[in-house]
């Protein structure tokens, strides 16, 4: 079942478009990258689904129902999770309080998953009363990780998780996303640079140029380093 679809979607920040006609389809239980150089419009493509930016033109349907109009607390209620570029935590929230934060996008009578965040990070529940700030970098996109799973999403959009992340603990934040695919059933779209994470990470992949999508990757196309390579900022 097709959990998210954008079609023909033209957005921008003023009167001149940074996406133009994108098209795209997410079925349930998917990871989806979505890959390309700086200043292509990922991050836009992300603002966008969330309901931060409205488009010009087309329509943006998210299960079953047509969200173009709505506000983006609508949209979070409605189950789209999202991890901005960077993280947004509160670095003078503790852990616990920053964790709590996830809770205000709950629809009433959701469930919030405190256990399954600490069971997946339970580096969290260690440093529960730490501040958020003092947390090192994956750990603080593992925070931020756990904060969107309280909210309880069906889709969670995830921009550069690998950014700002030591590479030995990068692989671990795949890995978790994995997890939480496979034991939570959350659908994933996410945004990287990362060759390791998106390899680790996708199971398909858009590639985008200049605000519009270019091509889709395979899982075998994403394997073979020279197909994705040239959509990548190396
Ligand atoms: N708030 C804004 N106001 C105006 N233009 C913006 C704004 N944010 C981004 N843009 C422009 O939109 C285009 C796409 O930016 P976007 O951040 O979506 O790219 P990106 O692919 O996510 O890049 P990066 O990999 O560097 O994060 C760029 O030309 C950028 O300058």
Redesign the pocket.
């Known amino acids: 079942m097709t959990v998210l679809s954008l079609d023909g979607v033209t957005v921008g920040?003023?009167p001149t478009p940074?996406l133009r006609e994108i098209d795209l389809a997410i079925e349930r239980g998917e990871i989806v990258g979505v890959v390309?150089k700086?200043?292509?419009?990922?991050?836009?493509l992300m603002k966008t689904v969330i309901g931060l930016l409205e488009p010009t033109s087309g329509s943006i349907t998210y299960d079953g129902r047509d969200v173009t109009g709505l506000a983006a607390d609508d949209r979070a209620r409605s189950g789209i999770g999202y991890i901005p570029?960077g993280r947004d935590i509160f670095p003078d929230l503790t852990v616990e309080q920053n964790l709590r934060m996830g809770e205000h996008v709950n629809a009433d009578g959701a469930v919030t998953r405190y256990e399954e965040v600490y069971d997946l990070f339970p580096v969290l529940e260690e440093r529960a009363g730490q501040d958020g700030g003092t947390l090192s970098g994956g750990q603080q996109q593992m925070l931020a990780i756990g904060r969107a799973l309280v909210g309880d999403p069906d889709l969670l959009l995830l921009d550069?998780p690998s950014e700002g992340v030591q590479p030995s603990i990068v692989d671990q934040i795949s890995e978790d996303m994995r997890a939480i695919n496979d034991e939570l059933g959350t659908t994933v779209l996410f945004?990287e640079?990362n060759l390791g994470v998106i390899q680790e990470m996708a199971d398909r992949c858009y590639a985008m140029e200049r605000g519009t999508i270019v091509d889709e990757l395979t899982s075998e196309e994403i394997a073979d380093e020279d197909a994705i390579a040239s959509h990548l900022a190396i």
């Open positions: 920040y003023g940074v390309g700086n200043g292509v419009g990922k991050t836009t570029q550069e945004v640079q």
